[in-house]
């Protein structure tokens, strides 16, 4: 057992921040899906692509695609989490899952118009390595610090994560706007570069936190490896639920991060098809939430030191139910970029505070920290997947993305109504 709060340690666990989370912005955010729709768009289909026999809407398809990756990391987490706990072997899965990430990545290298089957299904993969590596990297959250300091750590994890995917953008942005300054021929080649850059920066940079974390104990696999997997969730979940602020606090995330979620994966594609806001605009957009989402994340930290964690929640849950509510009106770019930056303000602020709010409620018990975050993980892929599955039902019956936020509105409500049931504390154990 390492001894807690080193800040060499803690800082290499935040650099896995900084190493994913280009993921997050250039991936699914930024570069790849303004790519991906000028791959895939065609007047004459209305924009519809043929996948495995079917036709569907480029844009229902990236959104299908995103609940398809959910889903089937809810189905592996239980199982992968068992056997990392079970085994000893957490920080392998966590390389594992890294690594399968970064290679996806690598891959859109190769996207062109005749390799669109094969990029979805490597996006969905992307997904899976991105998904299914947090789960280990925010279970060691709990081993390397005290409870008192899981909200500051959580934040200034997501802190280095906005500034090395803003750093990575720029420098893939430069690529795709100025592609002679690097001797590239043209834009498509420099968005794949881009790509490639993102597959790279993720495995090189993951070499820290791999190298300080926690080595793993491992232990002799047994024989009936996931047999017993299920067997110790079944009784990691029967454990949790003897603990009501727990339970109530997995109905609560599990409803606003449906929203939350929807919001960060749609939200370029929104504004680009309802708004058509140009590429320009949305990239500025984009660098704009991520530099606002710093000092976000701190005052996220700072509400949660004065008034507890549940508050601080409310607060954030409060701004983000503004958000569709104002995105169902806009008609105008500029009144877009506003809303962008309360997206920015609360977008690392509830995401650090739902993580160490749920590092706080979980029994004291290292041991199976694996498990418990896979919980957790399940609950969080489980919002994604049915947000993102409303969100691309809706607008494929009703023809318009903008119906989809009515449903983003309720969930927000809801989740702000579910947080009132929980009382705020600075300190649950």
């Keep these: 057992m390492i001894q807690k709060n080193q800040p060499k340690i803690i800082n290499a666990w935040c650099m896995y921040d900084w190493a994913n989370s280009v993921h997050n912005l250039v991936i699914t955010t930024a570069i790849f899906p303004i790519y991906f729709k000028s791959v895939t768009e065609n007047p004459a289909t209305n924009d519809a692509v043929n996948f495995l026999g079917f036709s569907v809407n480029n844009d229902s398809l990236y959104s299908y695609t995103i609940a398809a990756a959910q889903f089937f990391l809810v189905l592996i987490n239980p199982i992968s ?41 490597a996006f969905a993969f992307s997904i899976v390595g991105w998904g299914g590596s947090l789960v280990y990297y925010n279970s060691f959250l709990p081993d390397i610090a005290t409870e008192d300091r899981f909200d500051a750590i959580s934040a200034k994890g997501f802190i280095f994560g906005y500034i090395g995917s803003v750093l990575l953008l720029i420098l893939n942005l430069m690529m795709v706007q100025k592609p002679e300054l690097f001797g ?32 793993d104990e491992r232990k002799p696999l047994s024989i009936n490896i996931f047999g017993s997997g299920i067997k110790e969730l079944k009784r990691i979940i029967n454990k949790l639920r003897n603990y009501d602020l727990l339970k109530k606090f997995f109905l609560a995330f599990f409803i606003y991060d449906m929203g939350v979620m929807t919001v960060i994966y749609v939200a370029t594609f929104f504004a680009d098809k309802e708004l058509k806001i140009p590429t320009s605009g949305l990239i500025i957009t984009l660098l704009l939430i991520q530099l606002v989402a710093i000092p976000g994340a701190y005052l996220a930290s700072w509400l949660s030191s004065k008034f507890g964690n549940t508050i601080a929640l409310r607060v954030e849950v409060f701004i ?35 993580r160490s709010t749920y590092a706080k409620l979980i029994p004291e018990d290292s041991e199976d920290n694996a498990k418990y975050f896979g919980i957790y993980d399940i609950l969080e892929k489980l919002a994604t997947s049915i947000g993102s599955l409303l969100f691309g039902l809706t607008s ?34």
């Design 320 to 354: 983000w139910a503004l958000v569709p509510i104002a995105a169902y009106f806009t008609t105008k770019p500029m009144e877009f970029y506003i809303i962008a930056g309360v997206v920015g303000l609360v977008m690392g602020g509830i995401q650090s505070l739902s």
């Design 184 to 215: 590239i021929p043209n834009k498509v080649v420099g968005t794949q570069i881009s790509f490639l850059t993102v597959g790279i920066w993720w495995a090189l940079f993951a070499q820290i936190p791999f190298y300080y974390l926690p080595k």
């Design 81 to 121: 989490t068992a056997l990392a706990d079970n085994s000893g072997r957490r920080k392998f899965f966590m390389k594992l899952f890294c690594y399968l990430g970064a290679a996806s990545c690598a891959y859109f290298y190769f996207f062109d118009k005749d390799s669109i089957t094969s990029v979805v299904f």
């Design 396 to 429: 494929q019956l009703t023809g318009s993305m903008r119906n989809s936020i009515l449903v983003l509105i309720v969930l927000f409500v809801c989740g702000f109504l579910l947080l009132m049931r929980i009382p705020s504390k600075k300190v649950y154990h």
